[in-house]
Protein backbone atom coordinates (compact mmCIF):
# COMPACT_ATOMS: atom_id res chain seq x y z
CA UNK A 1 0.00 0.00 0.00
CA UNK A 2 1.13 3.02 -0.62
CA UNK A 3 2.36 5.93 1.85
CA UNK A 4 3.01 9.83 2.03
CA UNK A 5 5.61 10.95 3.62
CA UNK A 6 5.67 15.06 4.01
CA UNK A 7 8.27 17.21 5.08
CA UNK A 8 6.27 20.02 6.91
CA UNK A 9 7.03 23.71 7.56
CA UNK A 10 7.34 25.43 3.83
CA UNK A 11 5.19 27.64 2.88
CA UNK A 12 3.07 27.09 -0.48
CA UNK A 13 3.40 29.49 -3.03
CA UNK A 14 2.67 29.39 -7.12
CA UNK A 15 0.09 28.42 -9.35
CA UNK A 16 -1.67 24.86 -10.30
CA UNK A 17 -4.73 23.98 -12.33
CA UNK A 18 -7.94 22.21 -10.78
CA UNK A 19 -9.07 19.35 -12.54
CA UNK A 20 -13.05 18.02 -13.28
CA UNK A 21 -14.71 17.25 -10.22
CA UNK A 22 -15.54 13.91 -9.28
CA UNK A 23 -18.90 14.42 -8.28
CA UNK A 24 -20.10 15.67 -11.43
CA UNK A 25 -18.13 13.62 -13.47
CA UNK A 26 -19.40 10.14 -11.73
CA UNK A 27 -23.20 10.55 -12.86
CA UNK A 28 -22.43 11.82 -15.88
CA UNK A 29 -20.39 8.96 -16.67
CA UNK A 30 -23.66 6.75 -16.06
CA UNK A 31 -25.68 8.68 -18.34
CA UNK A 32 -24.17 7.85 -21.17
CA UNK A 33 -26.00 4.38 -20.27
CA UNK A 34 -29.23 6.14 -22.03
CA UNK A 35 -28.29 6.95 -25.30
CA UNK A 36 -26.99 4.46 -27.86
CA UNK A 37 -25.36 7.40 -29.55
CA UNK A 38 -21.86 8.59 -28.38
CA UNK A 39 -21.47 11.22 -25.19
CA UNK A 40 -17.86 12.99 -25.59
CA UNK A 41 -16.98 14.34 -22.37
CA UNK A 42 -13.69 16.87 -21.66
CA UNK A 43 -12.43 18.22 -18.19
CA UNK A 44 -12.93 14.61 -17.16
CA UNK A 45 -10.58 14.07 -13.96
CA UNK A 46 -7.74 10.87 -13.97
CA UNK A 47 -8.91 9.18 -10.63
CA UNK A 48 -9.37 5.69 -9.34
CA UNK A 49 -12.92 6.56 -8.46
CA UNK A 50 -13.58 7.37 -12.61
CA UNK A 51 -11.24 4.60 -13.36
CA UNK A 52 -13.78 1.67 -11.05
CA UNK A 53 -16.42 3.14 -12.59
CA UNK A 54 -15.41 3.36 -16.48
CA UNK A 55 -14.57 -0.55 -15.58
CA UNK A 56 -17.90 -0.98 -14.24
CA UNK A 57 -19.55 0.28 -17.77
CA UNK A 58 -17.21 -1.32 -20.06
CA UNK A 59 -18.78 -4.72 -18.65
CA UNK A 60 -22.12 -3.62 -19.00
CA UNK A 61 -20.87 -3.35 -22.62
CA UNK A 62 -20.17 0.65 -23.27
CA UNK A 63 -17.60 1.04 -25.75
CA UNK A 64 -15.06 3.79 -23.87
CA UNK A 65 -12.85 5.34 -26.10
CA UNK A 66 -9.47 7.22 -24.50
CA UNK A 67 -9.82 10.61 -26.42
CA UNK A 68 -6.35 11.61 -24.57
CA UNK A 69 -5.51 13.92 -22.06
CA UNK A 70 -8.82 14.73 -19.94
CA UNK A 71 -11.14 13.23 -22.61
CA UNK A 72 -13.66 10.08 -23.75
CA UNK A 73 -15.86 9.24 -25.84
CA UNK A 74 -18.85 6.37 -24.34
CA UNK A 75 -20.80 4.72 -26.60
CA UNK A 76 -23.81 2.27 -25.38
CA UNK A 77 -25.16 0.97 -28.01
CA UNK A 78 -24.61 -2.65 -27.07
CA UNK A 79 -25.41 -2.28 -23.34
CA UNK A 80 -26.27 -6.20 -22.93
CA UNK A 81 -25.37 -7.01 -19.47
CA UNK A 82 -27.02 -4.57 -16.90
CA UNK A 83 -25.19 -5.96 -13.83
CA UNK A 84 -23.56 -3.63 -10.76
CA UNK A 85 -21.03 -6.53 -9.17
CA UNK A 86 -20.29 -6.42 -5.46
CA UNK A 87 -16.38 -6.66 -6.00
CA UNK A 88 -16.92 -2.92 -7.72
CA UNK A 89 -20.00 -1.62 -6.11
CA UNK A 90 -17.80 -2.00 -2.85
CA UNK A 91 -14.90 -0.23 -3.44
CA UNK A 92 -17.39 2.72 -5.14
CA UNK A 93 -20.61 3.53 -3.63
CA UNK A 94 -21.15 5.98 -6.45
CA UNK A 95 -21.43 2.59 -8.80
CA UNK A 96 -25.55 3.04 -7.37
CA UNK A 97 -25.80 5.94 -9.71
CA UNK A 98 -25.95 3.25 -12.95
CA UNK A 99 -29.64 1.65 -11.49
CA UNK A 100 -31.74 4.87 -12.45
CA UNK A 101 -30.30 4.80 -15.53
CA UNK A 102 -30.23 1.33 -16.60
CA UNK A 103 -34.09 0.78 -15.24
CA UNK A 104 -35.43 3.81 -17.87
CA UNK A 105 -33.26 2.39 -21.23
CA UNK A 106 -32.85 -0.86 -20.48
CA UNK A 107 -35.77 -2.22 -18.08
CA UNK A 108 -34.01 -4.07 -15.87
CA UNK A 109 -30.78 -3.67 -13.72
CA UNK A 110 -29.34 -5.94 -10.94
CA UNK A 111 -27.02 -3.53 -8.28
CA UNK A 112 -25.08 -4.54 -5.27
CA UNK A 113 -26.19 -3.00 -2.35
CA UNK A 114 -23.55 -0.36 -1.40
CA UNK A 115 -23.85 -1.24 2.06
CA UNK A 116 -22.39 0.93 5.06
CA UNK A 117 -18.86 3.12 4.50
CA UNK A 118 -16.43 4.63 7.10
CA UNK A 119 -18.40 7.83 7.59
CA UNK A 120 -22.01 6.44 7.89
CA UNK A 121 -24.34 4.06 7.38
CA UNK A 122 -25.62 5.80 4.25
CA UNK A 123 -28.40 3.99 2.77
CA UNK A 124 -30.03 4.08 -0.85
CA UNK A 125 -34.03 3.84 0.45
CA UNK A 126 -34.56 6.74 -1.20
CA UNK A 127 -33.85 5.67 -4.72
CA UNK A 128 -35.56 2.85 -4.53
CA UNK A 129 -38.71 4.31 -3.25
CA UNK A 130 -38.35 6.99 -6.41
CA UNK A 131 -37.83 4.53 -8.86
CA UNK A 132 -40.77 2.13 -7.32
CA UNK A 133 -43.10 5.36 -7.28
CA UNK A 134 -42.50 5.57 -11.20
CA UNK A 135 -43.43 2.06 -11.91
CA UNK A 136 -40.50 -0.15 -11.16
CA UNK A 137 -40.46 -3.90 -9.63
CA UNK A 138 -37.81 -3.79 -7.14
CA UNK A 139 -36.78 -6.84 -4.75
CA UNK A 140 -33.49 -7.08 -2.84
CA UNK A 141 -32.30 -10.66 -3.14
CA UNK A 142 -28.73 -11.67 -1.56
CA UNK A 143 -27.18 -8.57 -1.41
CA UNK A 144 -28.51 -7.29 -4.93
CA UNK A 145 -31.15 -4.51 -6.12
CA UNK A 146 -33.18 -6.68 -8.33
CA UNK A 147 -34.53 -4.25 -10.31
CA UNK A 148 -37.38 -4.64 -13.16
CA UNK A 149 -39.63 -1.87 -15.20
CA UNK A 150 -41.16 -1.80 -18.23
CA UNK A 151 -41.49 1.96 -19.48
CA UNK A 152 -41.08 4.02 -16.39
CA UNK A 153 -44.08 6.34 -15.48
CA UNK A 154 -43.39 9.85 -14.35
CA UNK A 155 -44.92 10.30 -10.67
CA UNK A 156 -44.05 12.81 -7.67
CA UNK A 157 -41.93 12.22 -5.76
CA UNK A 158 -40.70 13.81 -2.58
CA UNK A 159 -37.23 12.40 -0.90
CA UNK A 160 -37.26 12.67 3.29
CA UNK A 161 -34.00 14.14 2.97
CA UNK A 162 -32.21 16.27 -0.07
CA UNK A 163 -29.43 13.66 -1.15
CA UNK A 164 -27.28 14.32 -4.19
CA UNK A 165 -27.12 10.77 -5.56
CA UNK A 166 -30.38 10.40 -4.72
CA UNK A 167 -31.67 13.12 -7.13
CA UNK A 168 -29.25 12.16 -9.88
CA UNK A 169 -30.55 8.43 -9.87
CA UNK A 170 -34.00 9.59 -9.85
CA UNK A 171 -33.60 12.57 -12.18
CA UNK A 172 -31.90 10.06 -15.38
CA UNK A 173 -34.72 7.61 -14.66
CA UNK A 174 -37.32 10.37 -15.18
CA UNK A 175 -35.73 11.73 -18.47
CA UNK A 176 -37.19 8.46 -20.55
CA UNK A 177 -40.24 7.73 -18.37
CA UNK A 178 -43.91 8.15 -19.67
CA UNK A 179 -45.34 11.59 -18.21
CA UNK A 180 -43.57 14.24 -15.90
CA UNK A 181 -41.41 13.76 -12.91
CA UNK A 182 -41.25 15.95 -10.32
CA UNK A 183 -38.53 15.78 -7.65
CA UNK A 184 -39.35 17.48 -4.19
CA UNK A 185 -36.99 18.31 -2.05
CA UNK A 186 -34.40 17.59 -4.67
CA UNK A 187 -30.24 18.22 -3.99
CA UNK A 188 -29.51 21.55 -5.38
CA UNK A 189 -25.81 20.76 -5.58
CA UNK A 190 -23.86 22.38 -8.29
CA UNK A 191 -23.01 18.73 -9.61
CA UNK A 192 -26.38 18.06 -9.82
CA UNK A 193 -26.50 20.92 -12.12
CA UNK A 194 -24.07 19.67 -14.10
CA UNK A 195 -25.75 16.31 -14.48
CA UNK A 196 -28.99 18.23 -15.59
CA UNK A 197 -27.09 20.43 -17.66
CA UNK A 198 -25.26 17.66 -19.92
CA UNK A 199 -28.82 15.66 -19.91
CA UNK A 200 -30.46 18.32 -21.15
CA UNK A 201 -27.54 18.44 -24.21
CA UNK A 202 -28.59 15.29 -25.11
CA UNK A 203 -32.30 16.13 -25.42
CA UNK A 204 -33.77 16.06 -21.77
CA UNK A 205 -36.15 18.49 -21.02
CA UNK A 206 -35.67 19.49 -17.41
CA UNK A 207 -36.46 22.53 -15.55
CA UNK A 208 -36.14 23.94 -11.89
CA UNK A 209 -32.46 22.07 -11.55
CA UNK A 210 -30.74 24.11 -8.60
CA UNK A 211 -34.10 24.96 -6.46
CA UNK A 212 -35.20 21.86 -4.49
CA UNK A 213 -38.43 21.20 -7.09
CA UNK A 214 -36.77 19.35 -10.07
CA UNK A 215 -39.16 18.65 -12.69
CA UNK A 216 -38.92 16.35 -15.80
CA UNK A 217 -40.61 15.84 -18.90
CA UNK A 218 -39.76 12.33 -19.97
CA UNK A 219 -38.81 12.13 -23.75
CA UNK A 220 -38.48 9.18 -26.45
CA UNK A 221 -34.54 8.67 -26.37
CA UNK A 222 -32.07 10.86 -26.09
CA UNK A 223 -29.07 10.71 -28.40
CA UNK A 224 -25.57 12.37 -28.01
CA UNK A 225 -23.81 15.06 -26.74
CA UNK A 226 -20.77 16.98 -25.84
CA UNK A 227 -19.99 18.32 -22.25
CA UNK A 228 -17.10 19.95 -20.52
CA UNK A 229 -17.40 18.26 -16.10
CA UNK A 230 -17.62 21.92 -14.04
CA UNK A 231 -14.41 22.39 -11.72
CA UNK A 232 -13.45 20.42 -8.91
CA UNK A 233 -15.10 22.52 -6.03
CA UNK A 234 -13.71 20.31 -3.13
CA UNK A 235 -10.21 19.75 -4.88
CA UNK A 236 -10.62 23.94 -5.25
CA UNK A 237 -11.32 24.14 -1.43
CA UNK A 238 -8.88 21.60 -0.22
CA UNK A 239 -5.95 23.40 -1.75
CA UNK A 240 -7.30 26.99 -0.42
CA UNK A 241 -7.65 25.45 3.12
CA UNK A 242 -3.82 23.66 2.60
CA UNK A 243 -2.21 27.40 1.19
CA UNK A 244 -4.30 28.67 4.69
CA UNK A 245 -2.46 25.96 6.73
CA UNK A 246 0.85 26.07 5.26
CA UNK A 247 1.18 29.62 5.33
CA UNK A 248 1.96 31.34 1.51
CA UNK A 249 0.21 32.94 -1.44
CA UNK A 250 -1.59 30.64 -4.35
CA UNK A 251 -3.12 30.60 -7.19
CA UNK A 252 -5.93 28.10 -8.34
CA UNK A 253 -6.58 28.66 -12.04
CA UNK A 254 -9.13 26.35 -13.95
CA UNK A 255 -11.90 27.02 -11.53
CA UNK A 256 -13.86 29.52 -10.40
CA UNK A 257 -15.82 30.31 -6.56
CA UNK A 258 -19.08 30.63 -8.15
CA UNK A 259 -20.04 27.57 -6.04
CA UNK A 260 -17.69 28.23 -2.86
CA UNK A 261 -19.11 31.49 -1.44
CA UNK A 262 -19.39 29.77 1.96
CA UNK A 263 -15.69 28.21 1.83
CA UNK A 264 -14.04 31.35 0.65
CA UNK A 265 -16.46 33.26 3.55
CA UNK A 266 -15.07 30.96 6.39
CA UNK A 267 -11.24 31.64 4.79
CA UNK A 268 -11.44 35.47 5.14
CA UNK A 269 -12.97 35.05 8.60
CA UNK A 270 -10.04 33.25 9.24
CA UNK A 271 -7.81 35.78 8.39
CA UNK A 272 -6.83 34.52 4.56
CA UNK A 273 -7.31 37.25 1.82
CA UNK A 274 -8.34 35.42 -1.17
CA UNK A 275 -8.74 37.22 -3.93
CA UNK A 276 -11.63 36.07 -7.20
CA UNK A 277 -10.97 36.33 -10.71
CA UNK A 278 -13.00 35.04 -13.21
CA UNK A 279 -11.40 31.70 -14.06
CA UNK A 280 -9.05 32.03 -10.42
CA UNK A 281 -9.26 32.47 -6.97
CA UNK A 282 -5.79 33.63 -5.07
CA UNK A 283 -5.53 32.81 -1.34
CA UNK A 284 -2.82 34.85 0.84
CA UNK A 285 -2.51 33.38 4.17
CA UNK A 286 -2.09 35.39 7.26
CA UNK A 287 0.52 35.18 9.97
CA UNK A 288 -1.43 33.82 12.41
CA UNK A 289 -4.75 32.10 11.23
CA UNK A 290 -8.44 33.00 13.27
CA UNK A 291 -10.87 29.58 14.54
CA UNK A 292 -13.73 29.69 12.62
CA UNK A 293 -16.71 27.65 13.83
CA UNK A 294 -18.85 25.99 10.81
CA UNK A 295 -22.50 23.65 10.55
CA UNK A 296 -22.18 21.21 7.50
CA UNK A 297 -25.71 21.39 5.86
CA UNK A 298 -27.02 20.41 2.11
CA UNK A 299 -25.75 22.94 -0.41
CA UNK A 300 -25.59 26.09 -0.19
CA UNK A 301 -24.53 25.78 2.98
CA UNK A 302 -20.67 24.63 4.58
CA UNK A 303 -20.33 21.61 2.67
CA UNK A 304 -19.75 18.12 4.47
CA UNK A 305 -16.77 17.73 1.91
CA UNK A 306 -14.83 20.63 3.21
CA UNK A 307 -15.25 19.78 6.99
CA UNK A 308 -12.34 17.75 7.62
CA UNK A 309 -9.99 20.12 6.23
CA UNK A 310 -11.62 22.87 8.27
CA UNK A 311 -11.02 21.03 11.30
CA UNK A 312 -7.58 20.81 10.16
CA UNK A 313 -6.97 24.68 9.60
CA UNK A 314 -8.80 25.05 12.92
CA UNK A 315 -6.06 23.32 14.68
CA UNK A 316 -3.36 25.39 14.00
CA UNK A 317 -5.60 28.44 14.67
CA UNK A 318 -5.85 31.17 17.29
CA UNK A 319 -9.09 30.20 19.37
CA UNK A 320 -11.59 27.61 19.90
CA UNK A 321 -14.17 26.64 16.91
CA UNK A 322 -17.22 24.32 17.18
CA UNK A 323 -17.41 22.22 14.01
CA UNK A 324 -21.26 20.50 13.51
CA UNK A 325 -21.66 17.42 11.11
CA UNK A 326 -25.23 17.28 10.22
CA UNK A 327 -25.19 14.82 6.76
CA UNK A 328 -22.79 11.50 8.04
CA UNK A 329 -23.33 10.30 11.75
CA UNK A 330 -19.71 8.80 11.59
CA UNK A 331 -17.55 11.39 9.80
CA UNK A 332 -15.13 12.94 12.49
CA UNK A 333 -12.54 10.21 11.89
CA UNK A 334 -9.75 12.08 11.05
CA UNK A 335 -9.88 14.07 14.65
CA UNK A 336 -8.27 10.86 16.38
CA UNK A 337 -5.82 11.13 12.90
CA UNK A 338 -5.20 14.60 13.73
CA UNK A 339 -4.54 14.71 17.40
CA UNK A 340 -1.44 12.08 16.53
CA UNK A 341 0.21 15.54 15.03
CA UNK A 342 -0.62 17.36 18.41
CA UNK A 343 -3.99 18.85 17.30
CA UNK A 344 -6.36 19.64 20.44
CA UNK A 345 -10.11 17.85 19.58
CA UNK A 346 -13.09 16.73 21.36
CA UNK A 347 -15.70 15.18 20.10
CA UNK A 348 -19.67 15.18 21.55
CA UNK A 349 -21.60 14.08 19.32
CA UNK A 350 -22.03 15.33 16.36
CA UNK A 351 -20.14 18.51 17.27
CA UNK A 352 -16.21 18.71 17.33
CA UNK A 353 -14.33 21.38 19.63
CA UNK A 354 -11.03 22.17 18.40
CA UNK A 355 -8.69 24.35 20.58
CA UNK A 356 -5.98 25.65 18.21
CA UNK A 357 -2.41 24.78 19.17
CA UNK A 358 0.65 27.02 18.51
CA UNK A 359 2.51 24.14 16.43
CA UNK A 360 1.36 20.45 14.92
CA UNK A 361 4.36 18.07 15.52
CA UNK A 362 4.93 15.14 12.00
CA UNK A 363 3.76 11.41 13.06
CA UNK A 364 2.60 8.67 11.26
CA UNK A 365 -1.28 8.94 10.70
CA UNK A 366 -3.59 6.73 8.98
CA UNK A 367 -5.78 7.69 6.35
CA UNK A 368 -9.70 6.66 7.21
CA UNK A 369 -11.72 7.97 4.08
CA UNK A 370 -10.97 10.22 1.07
CA UNK A 371 -11.94 13.85 3.04
CA UNK A 372 -10.24 12.95 6.47
CA UNK A 373 -6.96 12.06 4.39
CA UNK A 374 -6.72 15.93 2.84
CA UNK A 375 -7.06 17.12 6.38
CA UNK A 376 -4.17 14.87 7.24
CA UNK A 377 -1.99 16.60 4.28
CA UNK A 378 -2.87 19.75 5.34
CA UNK A 379 -2.22 19.14 8.98
CA UNK A 380 1.29 17.75 7.75
CA UNK A 381 1.99 20.68 5.54
CA UNK A 382 1.63 23.04 8.75
CA UNK A 383 3.30 20.54 10.68
CA UNK A 384 7.13 20.66 12.23
CA UNK A 385 8.83 17.69 11.06
CA UNK A 386 8.10 14.36 8.80
CA UNK A 387 4.38 12.99 8.62
CA UNK A 388 4.00 9.70 6.90
CA UNK A 389 -0.02 8.88 5.62
CA UNK A 390 -0.90 5.59 5.49
CA UNK A 391 -3.65 3.96 3.78
CA UNK A 392 -3.60 7.12 0.90
CA UNK A 393 -5.81 4.84 -1.46
CA UNK A 394 -8.13 6.82 -0.51
CA UNK A 395 -6.63 10.06 -1.76
CA UNK A 396 -5.85 8.41 -5.08
CA UNK A 397 -9.75 7.83 -5.59
CA UNK A 398 -10.82 11.73 -5.34
CA UNK A 399 -7.63 14.80 -5.55
CA UNK A 400 -6.08 13.87 -9.17
CA UNK A 401 -1.91 14.07 -9.10
CA UNK A 402 -1.86 15.21 -5.50
CA UNK A 403 2.03 15.06 -4.66
CA UNK A 404 2.83 16.85 -8.31
CA UNK A 405 0.18 20.14 -7.08
CA UNK A 406 1.73 19.96 -3.69
CA UNK A 407 5.21 19.75 -5.11
CA UNK A 408 4.59 22.53 -7.91
CA UNK A 409 3.69 24.51 -4.88
CA UNK A 410 6.57 24.18 -3.67
CA UNK A 411 5.35 21.30 -0.62
CA UNK A 412 7.83 18.66 0.06
CA UNK A 413 5.94 15.16 -0.74
CA UNK A 414 7.04 11.99 -1.97
CA UNK A 415 5.16 8.93 -2.59
CA UNK A 416 6.58 5.74 -0.97
CA UNK A 417 4.96 3.30 -3.27
CA UNK A 418 4.19 -0.46 -2.12
CA UNK A 419 5.23 -0.40 1.77
CA UNK A 420 4.22 -3.45 3.47
CA UNK A 421 1.63 -3.00 6.01
CA UNK A 422 2.29 -2.12 9.16
CA UNK A 423 3.95 -4.11 11.38
CA UNK A 424 5.09 -6.63 8.60
CA UNK A 425 8.20 -5.34 8.30
N1 LIG B 1 -29.56 9.14 2.79
C1 LIG B 1 -30.52 8.22 3.20
N2 LIG B 1 -31.16 7.47 2.24
C2 LIG B 1 -30.89 7.60 0.92
C3 LIG B 1 -29.92 8.54 0.50
C4 LIG B 1 -29.28 9.30 1.47
O1 LIG B 1 -30.77 8.07 4.40
O2 LIG B 1 -31.51 6.88 0.11
C5 LIG B 1 -28.87 9.98 3.79
C6 LIG B 1 -27.37 9.72 3.86
O3 LIG B 1 -27.07 8.61 4.70
C7 LIG B 1 -26.85 11.03 4.41
C8 LIG B 1 -27.77 12.06 3.76
O4 LIG B 1 -28.93 11.34 3.36
O5 LIG B 1 -27.00 11.07 5.80
C9 LIG B 1 -27.22 12.78 2.55
O6 LIG B 1 -26.54 11.86 1.72
P1 LIG B 1 -26.46 11.99 0.12
O7 LIG B 1 -27.35 10.95 -0.47
O8 LIG B 1 -26.67 13.40 -0.28
O9 LIG B 1 -24.95 11.57 -0.12
P2 LIG B 1 -24.42 10.79 -1.39
O10 LIG B 1 -25.24 11.14 -2.57
O11 LIG B 1 -24.26 9.34 -1.05
C10 LIG B 1 -22.77 12.62 -2.24
C11 LIG B 1 -21.30 12.72 -2.52
C12 LIG B 1 -20.54 12.72 -1.20
C13 LIG B 1 -21.01 13.91 -0.37
C14 LIG B 1 -22.54 13.83 -0.17
C15 LIG B 1 -23.12 15.02 0.57
C16 LIG B 1 -21.11 11.66 -4.68
C17 LIG B 1 -20.62 10.53 -5.49
N3 LIG B 1 -20.90 11.59 -3.36
O12 LIG B 1 -22.97 11.40 -1.55
O13 LIG B 1 -19.16 12.88 -1.52
O14 LIG B 1 -20.39 13.90 0.89
O15 LIG B 1 -23.19 13.74 -1.44
O16 LIG B 1 -22.84 16.20 -0.11
O17 LIG B 1 -21.64 12.63 -5.21
C18 LIG B 1 -16.84 12.69 -1.19
O18 LIG B 1 -16.67 13.14 -2.33
O19 LIG B 1 -15.89 12.56 -0.37
C19 LIG B 1 -18.18 12.28 -0.75
C20 LIG B 1 -18.40 11.48 0.29
Redesign the pocket.
Known amino acids: MDKLAIQGGAALSGEIAISGA ?2 AA ?2 ILCAALLTPEPLHLTNLPRLN ?1 IATLLRLLARMGVTVHDDGADALTLDARRLDHPVAPYELVKTM ?2 S ?2 VLGPLLARHGEARVSLPGGCA ?11 GLQAMGADIRVEQGYIEAKAGRLKGARIC ?10 NLMMAAVLADGETVIENA ?1 R ?1 P ?1 VVDLAKCLIRMGARISGVGTDVIAIQGVERLGGAEHAIMPDR ?1 ETGTYLCAAAAAGGSVRLTRTSAACLDVVVDKLMDAGCDVELERNAICLKAPARLKSVSLRTA ?2 PAF ?3 MQAQFMAINSVADGVATIRET ?3 NRFMHAGELARLGADIQIEGGNAIVRGVKQLQGATVMAT ?3 ASASLVIAALAARGETVIDRIYHLDR ?1 YERLEEKLSQLGARVERIRNAPPQGQG
Do not use: S
Not at 119 to 129: E, L, M, N, T, Y
Not at 162 to 167: H, K, L, N, R
Open positions: KNLPDRAILIGARPVDQHVKTDMATVTGTEAEEIPYPTDIFEDLRG
